[in-house]
């Protein structure tokens, strides 16, 4: 039984030594995940560039984790920062704390927070574990905006604002 069983084994070595293997040189060639894989958070822009945020707050009483901390603000006609009345001033997530569960990503009603495909997190303070809302939010595409600003700053009478036919 022994001398079987040993066989067996070493039949099982020399076999999986001719198989190619699985290895991802990683900094060079990132493994590919999943379509439902959660990652990175990213607050998400609109397309004229205006922040999908809103600062509701929602996303912070989704968490279970409590890993989300909103504070808002008012928009201002000089200074508009969402199409909504209010944008969120500050926006942080501890990523320590969070357990990357996706609910912040459901009770958002503008869809500005959502997780996306990215799994290189490593810090190696604290301090760098608390992403602020500029290491979050997607940046404007070099150039500016993509689209022109459907309507002046200050002016919209709905929470996403429509582009205007161009005449």
């Known amino acids: 039984m022994v001398v079987i069983d040993l066989a067996r084994g ?4 020399l076999r999986s030594m001719f198989e190619k293997p699985v290895t991802y040189q990683y900094p060079e060639i990132k493994r590919p995940v999943r379509e439902r894989f959660r990652g990175r958070h990213e607050l998400k822009r609109y397309d004229n560039g205006l922040e ?10 989704a968490c279970p984790a409590d890993a989300i901390f909103v504070e808002a603000s008012e ?6 920062y969402s ?9 942080e997530i501890n990523m ?9 990503e459901d009770a958002c009603p503008t869809e500005a927070i959502v997780l996306e495909h990215n799994y290189e997190l490593s810090f190696t303070e604290r301090r760098q574990a608390v992403y602020p809302k500029e290491m ?7 150039g500016g905006r993509t689209t022109p600003m ?4 200050g002016t919209f009478d709905r929470s996403i604002p429509m582009m205007q036919d161009p005449k």
């Open 75 to 80: 928009n201002t006609d000089a200074a508009r």
């Open 52 to 61: 999908k945020c809103i600062g509701c707050a929602l996303c912070a009483a």
């Open 10 to 13: 070493m039949w099982t070595t």
């Open 150 to 153: 459907p309507t002046e700053p």
């Open 96 to 104: 320590l704390r969070c357990i990357f569960c996706g609910f912040c």
């Open 136 to 142: 979050l939010l997607v940046p404007v595409p070099p």
């Open 83 to 91: 199409p909504g009345e209010r944008y969120a001033s500050t926006y």
